[in-house]
């Protein structure tokens, strides 16, 4: 008499064979099986993953790109690969997920504070060049980059100029460039850096001041539109700018104000008038800038 678990073994066997040989009769599927340097007795075992394998790789061949993709997880594909007697499945990146990779490799040399996440898209080669005033600035970028790879540290750029005329656009586009050359650079919205940063004395504060302060290339973003105090004038800024100096740290600014207009918003906080103190930060900012302006059209509308 059999053993009734070897009875059901047998019915299992049986179900997986036929399971398998209706879905070989699907001559696409079929063929695809071929490809696979897998046994027949072991894929036989897989056939539903198998089936939602050889869907994904069907959908792969016919697609134009990731804004195309149909596969459950965008821009990889579920494959099979034999492990001795399985298989194992895994999600494996497509032709254009591979290249969406690489090209965005640089932005593991971009670290962004409080800037919005699209400004690691910014592009030299999308820069609008209609506009005269951006001559300049373009001119400037060529330089920066030439001198840096020599191995020299070029002075930084504060520009100044209209509301949306692109500033943190070209300053992020040329950062972004760095950083396909291996170069890291922070980008920080300086209004809203200064907020997170005093919230976080008891966590990270140490942390994020110092990276922020030895950063390779560094962006200050819309500096001067901050509620201006004594403690983000002189704990914050004044050593900022003072350990860049002394280590000839390139440092980049943007503000809707010129350096005149820079100083007096400095020398006014809530604990009073103090021209000193200002004069000294806006001395900093000239040893490491050179200052340029950008008045154009509003290109945020």
């Known amino acids: 008499m059999k ?14 064979v036929h399971s398998f040989q209706d879905a070989c009769s699907d001559k696409e ?51 099979p690969e034999k492990n001795n007697n399985t298989i194992i499945f895994s999600y494996v990146a497509c032709k254009h997920e591979q ?8 932005k593991d040399n971009l670290e962004l504070f ?49 509301f949306g005329s692109g500033k943190t656009y070209l300053i992020a586009a040329l950062l972004n460039e760095m950083a396909k050359k291996k170069v890291a650079s922070a980008l920080v919205y300086y209004p809203e850096f200064l907020r997170s940063l005093k919230s976080s004395f008891q966590t990270d504060y140490n942390e994020r001041f110092d990276y922020i302060k030895k950063s390779p290339l560094l962006l ?11 403690w983000s004038r002189d704990e914050v800024l004044g050593p900022i700018l003072q350990y860049r100096m002394q280590n000839h740290l390139p440092t980049f600014f943007t503000s809707n104000l010129n350096l005149k207009e820079l100083e007096t918003i400095f020398a006014t906080t809530s604990s009073g008038v103090d021209k000193v103190k200002a004069r000294r930060i806006i ?14 059209k509003n290109r945020r509308n």
Do not use: W
């Not at 290249?99 to 965005?104: I, P, S």
């Open 3 to 16: 053993n009734i678990n070897e009875v059901i073994d047998k019915d299992n066997k049986l179900d997986l």
């Open 29 to 79: 599927f079929y063929n695809y099986l071929k490809t696979l340097p897998i046994s027949e007795d072991i894929l036989m075992k897989y056939t539903s993953s198998l089936q939602d394998a050889f869907k994904e790789s069907k959908n792969c061949h016919y697609c134009r790109g990731l804004n195309h993709c149909k596969n459950r997880v965008v821009g990889y594909c579920y494959t």
């Open 99 to 106: 290249k969406r990779l690489k090209d965005d490799a640089y």
């Open 114 to 162: 409080d800037m919005p996440e699209e400004i690691a898209n910014a592009n030299l080669q999308e820069v609008y060049t209609d506009d005269k005033a951006r001559i300049p600035i373009i001119h400037y970028f060529k330089e920066f980059m030439e001198k840096y790879q020599k191995g020299e540290k070029p002075k930084g750029l504060y520009l100044t100029g209209s």
């Open 220 to 230: 200050l973003d819309d500096i001067g539109a901050e509620n201006e105090s004594a």
């Open 283 to 296: 001395e900093r900012i000239k040893q490491l800038t050179i200052p340029m302006e950008l008045i154009g």
